[in-house]
């Protein structure tokens, strides 16, 4: 006669399906809160990524390699900026220069066969379509030799504005900017949203900078943006460029952010957050855990007459404490998985609503569930050991 | 294991049993110096008033509760030195219970209640559904195989105890009170099954009752009356 047997697998399992078909409303109760917690983890772990690779395909258009130049006014000082820097002498004092261009902005109406717009009015350098990446989609840019004409490049965004079925915004058109009319000699192709460029391209509209007095009577450099060539320190063409522009100005400072600092500055914030939001989760698991181990004492003290019949019938201490145990990690299984759907139609929600492409985080999913299974496991050891240390003759007792 | 302890006679013998409890700040001894044997194959009734400590003999002999001193052997086993785990084993392949409240888990069906004992054995889900089905057909209730014990009636069920106590071929039945919560009729089936098991297949019977008619028809009876135990050879 051999002492020593383990329940079978298929045993096991039957026994886990029979927990599952016989769950109360206070276990499903408690697998409310389990389905929250494990919701919760699994979207905002995925809700954390994907916004993480947001800022990430930001970048990725707009490349590692430019620069973008401000210039707050020294002190109090009021005096304005410069109408223009000489952007040639910026790029002889410092080497790995690319290109380099200049904007002047502000905004006005735009009017094109008596419709309006509002759009940017972008003074800008022939540096600055390179500068900034600008692809066309018919047409040309700005050029050297259109500085003193009432030239204009415009916008995916505002030629759509000003267009009409059967009337579309066309080269050669002209549209009216106050009292001027300015020849469209290009359109721009639909540019994705930079986080560096303070400059919403799609919504702009691209005059020669020496021009900008015609509609404006104090334009001023607002920025400039510079691309380096490939392979070069960013940090040193930072600092040299500080020098050369500072050199031109009297009363401003020239500011220049580099995009891998603030890169660096977005995972490190959206590292926290994440942790933040995972916290919060772990406190909900946490919650459902002691919903469980609830469930699972009141379970253990209304079957005591069952632990009993099922000693007498055979079942050692450890069978006892693994069907309890197998009941909790049941229960928690069905919560997980509830909370893993629910997490990812959640997190699938929250992207559709920020206008991110959702995507899955690896991680989501086990990370989820396992952390579940694993708050289920140790909510549910101690009413399952207390189980098995009944005596078959007190279980049985019981009524 | 057979040789550790002085070779007491029979395949289940008590000597110089006790058994007491602690109630309420108050030393109360159920059992003194019991002592018993009872051989394979046999057939026993344990009579006593209410109170005697017949179920608390009962229970020493199912291996559910332990005495305070004394020696026990079960089948060869020394019960004193067995561990909790070596308990559940030999409870689980010579030993079938049948109780007064038939103690089916409500849960499960009739035939996964028979198959329960099976499971502790290692023995898959399958096969132990096979022979738990068999079992339930010698009880003449395989058509209800997948009713709940709350749909059957107290015959039913008690004959579904019966299938649950034999379904590990054990060698001894205990039975306490299996016909109390029956009809005159209904008991009398019950009793007839019991016997038949005891005749046909060798199983040993050991029956706690209050009813001398039942004791009537078994080898021996035992009685029990204050703790102590007393052979009435009658018959």
């Given at each position: 006669m051999s002492l020593r047997v383990e329940q079978s697998l298929s045993q096991l399992l039957h026994e886990a399906f029979v927990s599952l078909r016989t769950l109360g409303k206070r276990s499903i109760l408690a697998l409310l809160g389990i389905v929250i917690g494990s919701s919760s983890v699994v979207a905002l772990i995925n809700i954390g990524h994907n916004a993480a690779e947001d800022a990430a395909m930001i970048f990725k258009d707009m490349g590692t390699d430019t620069l973008v130049a401000q210039f707050p006014p020294k002190g109090n000082s009021t005096v304005p900026m410069p109408t223009s820097l000489d952007l040639q002498a910026v790029r002889q004092a410092v080497p790995g220069i690319a290109h380099i261009g200049a904007i002047s902005s502000f905004s006005g109406p735009v009017v094109f066969h008596g419709r309006t717009t509002n759009a940017g009015l972008i003074g800008s350098t022939p540096g600055l379509k390179d500068a900034m990446r600008l692809a066309l989609r018919e047409g040309r840019f700005l050029s050297?030799?259109?500085?003193?004409?009432?030239y204009a490049v415009v916008g995916d965004q505002i030629a759509q504005a000003l267009s009409m079925p059967g009337d579309p915004l066309r080269l050669g058109d002209r549209v009216r900017v106050n009292d001027y009319l300015f020849l469209i000699i290009g359109i721009l192709q639909n540019q994705p949203r930079s986080m560096l460029i303070p400059v919403q391209t799609n919504e702009s509209l691209f005059i020669p900078a020496a021009g900008m007095r015609r509609i404006y009577s104090s334009p001023q450099v607002g920025s400039v943006v510079l691309r380096a060539t490939p392979g070069q320190d960013m940090e040193r063409i930072a600092s040299d460029a500080t020098k050369a522009m500072s050199a031109q100005l009297m009363d401003h400072t020239v500011e220049i952010q580099i995009p891998q600092q603030m890169i660096d500055g977005m995972t490190r914030q959206s590292r926290t957050f994440a942790y933040l939001l995972l916290a919060l989760g772990a406190i909900s698991l946490v919650g459902g855990g002691v919903g469980v181990m609830n469930v699972m004492l009141m379970n253990v003290s209304e079957r005591r007459r069952e632990i009993g019949i099922r000693m007498a019938l055979g079942a050692r201490q450890r069978d006892i404490r693994n069907l309890f145990l197998l009941e909790a990690v049941t229960l928690t299984a069905v919560g997980a998985l509830c909370g893993a759907v629910m997490g990812m139609g959640a997190a699938y929600l929250y992207a559709w609503l920020s206008g991110w492409q959702f995507s899955l985080a690896v991680s989501a999913l086990p990370l989820g569930v396992g952390s579940t299974l694993l708050v289920g496991l140790f909510f549910g050891i101690y009413p399952a050991i207390s189980a098995s240390r009944l005596q078959p003759v007190e279980a049985l007792r019981d009524e | 294991m057979m040789t550790d302890t002085p070779t007491l006679p029979g395949f289940i013998s008590l000597q110089g049993i006790g058994k007491s409890y602690q109630l309420a700040g108050q030393h109360l001894a159920?059992?003194?110096?019991v002592n018993l044997s009872i051989a394979r194959g046999e057939s026993c009734g344990i009579l006593g008033?209410?109170?005697?400590?017949k179920s608390t003999l009962l229970n020493i002999l199912g291996l559910l509760d332990l005495p305070d001193c004394g020696a026990y052997r079960f089948a060869g086993h020394d019960i004193f030195n067995a561990t909790p785990d070596q308990l559940a084993a030999i409870r689980n392949q010579q030993i079938g219970f049948v109780f007064q409240s038939f103690?089916?888990?409500?849960?499960?069906s009739a035939l996964d209640n028979v198959a329960l004992p099976l499971s502790y054995r290692g023995v898959s889900r399958q096969e132990s559904v096979a022979r738990a089905l068999h079992m339930l057909e010698q009880v003449g209730l395989a058509e209800r195989?997948?009713?709940?014990?709350?749909?059957?009636?107290g015959g039913q069920r008690q004959r579904v105890a019966i299938a649950r106590a034999l379904v590990g071929a054990p060698a001894v039945i205990l039975a306490d009170e299996?016909?109390?919560?029956?009809?005159s009729h209904t008991a009398q089936d019950i009793m007839d099954l019991l016997l038949a098991l005891n005749h046909e297949q060798g199983v040993t019977l050991i029956i706690v009752t209050h009813d001398p008619h039942i004791a009537e028809r078994l080898n021996r009876q035992i009685l029990v009356r204050n703790g102590v135990v007393h052979e009435a050879q009658c018959v």
């Amino acid at each position: 006669m051999s002492l020593r047997v383990e329940q079978s697998l298929s045993q096991l399992l039957h026994e886990a399906f029979v927990s599952l078909r016989t769950l109360g409303k206070r276990s499903i109760l408690a697998l409310l809160g389990i389905v929250i917690g494990s919701s919760s983890v699994v979207a905002l772990i995925n809700i954390g990524h994907n916004a993480a690779e947001d800022a990430a395909m930001i970048f990725k258009d707009m490349g590692t390699d430019t620069l973008v130049a401000q210039f707050p006014p020294k002190g109090n000082s009021t005096v304005p900026m410069p109408t223009s820097l000489d952007l040639q002498a910026v790029r002889q004092a410092v080497p790995g220069i690319a290109h380099i261009g200049a904007i002047s902005s502000f905004s006005g109406p735009v009017v094109f066969h008596g419709r309006t717009t509002n759009a940017g009015l972008i003074g800008s350098t022939p540096g600055l379509k390179d500068a900034m990446r600008l692809a066309l989609r018919e047409g040309r840019f700005l050029s050297e030799f259109d500085s003193g004409e009432t030239y204009a490049v415009v916008g995916d965004q505002i030629a759509q504005a000003l267009s009409m079925p059967g009337d579309p915004l066309r080269l050669g058109d002209r549209v009216r900017v106050n009292d001027y009319l300015f020849l469209i000699i290009g359109i721009l192709q639909n540019q994705p949203r930079s986080m560096l460029i303070p400059v919403q391209t799609n919504e702009s509209l691209f005059i020669p900078a020496a021009g900008m007095r015609r509609i404006y009577s104090s334009p001023q450099v607002g920025s400039v943006v510079l691309r380096a060539t490939p392979g070069q320190d960013m940090e040193r063409i930072a600092s040299d460029a500080t020098k050369a522009m500072s050199a031109q100005l009297m009363d401003h400072t020239v500011e220049i952010q580099i995009p891998q600092q603030m890169i660096d500055g977005m995972t490190r914030q959206s590292r926290t957050f994440a942790y933040l939001l995972l916290a919060l989760g772990a406190i909900s698991l946490v919650g459902g855990g002691v919903g469980v181990m609830n469930v699972m004492l009141m379970n253990v003290s209304e079957r005591r007459r069952e632990i009993g019949i099922r000693m007498a019938l055979g079942a050692r201490q450890r069978d006892i404490r693994n069907l309890f145990l197998l009941e909790a990690v049941t229960l928690t299984a069905v919560g997980a998985l509830c909370g893993a759907v629910m997490g990812m139609g959640a997190a699938y929600l929250y992207a559709w609503l920020s206008g991110w492409q959702f995507s899955l985080a690896v991680s989501a999913l086990p990370l989820g569930v396992g952390s579940t299974l694993l708050v289920g496991l140790f909510f549910g050891i101690y009413p399952a050991i207390s189980a098995s240390r009944l005596q078959p003759v007190e279980a049985l007792r019981d009524e | 294991m057979m040789t550790d302890t002085p070779t007491l006679p029979g395949f289940i013998s008590l000597q110089g049993i006790g058994k007491s409890y602690q109630l309420a700040g108050q030393h109360l001894a159920i059992l003194n110096d019991v002592n018993l044997s009872i051989a394979r194959g046999e057939s026993c009734g344990i009579l006593g008033a209410s109170g005697s400590g017949k179920s608390t003999l009962l229970n020493i002999l199912g291996l559910l509760d332990l005495p305070d001193c004394g020696a026990y052997r079960f089948a060869g086993h020394d019960i004193f030195n067995a561990t909790p785990d070596q308990l559940a084993a030999i409870r689980n392949q010579q030993i079938g219970f049948v109780f007064q409240s038939f103690n089916l888990l409500p849960r499960l069906s009739a035939l996964d209640n028979v198959a329960l004992p099976l499971s502790y054995r290692g023995v898959s889900r399958q096969e132990s559904v096979a022979r738990a089905l068999h079992m339930l057909e010698q009880v003449g209730l395989a058509e209800r195989a997948h009713h709940r014990p709350a749909d059957l009636s107290g015959g039913q069920r008690q004959r579904v105890a019966i299938a649950r106590a034999l379904v590990g071929a054990p060698a001894v039945i205990l039975a306490d009170e299996p016909t109390g919560n029956l009809d005159s009729h209904t008991a009398q089936d019950i009793m007839d099954l019991l016997l038949a098991l005891n005749h046909e297949q060798g199983v040993t019977l050991i029956i706690v009752t209050h009813d001398p008619h039942i004791a009537e028809r078994l080898n021996r009876q035992i009685l029990v009356r204050n703790g102590v135990v007393h052979e009435a050879q009658c018959v």
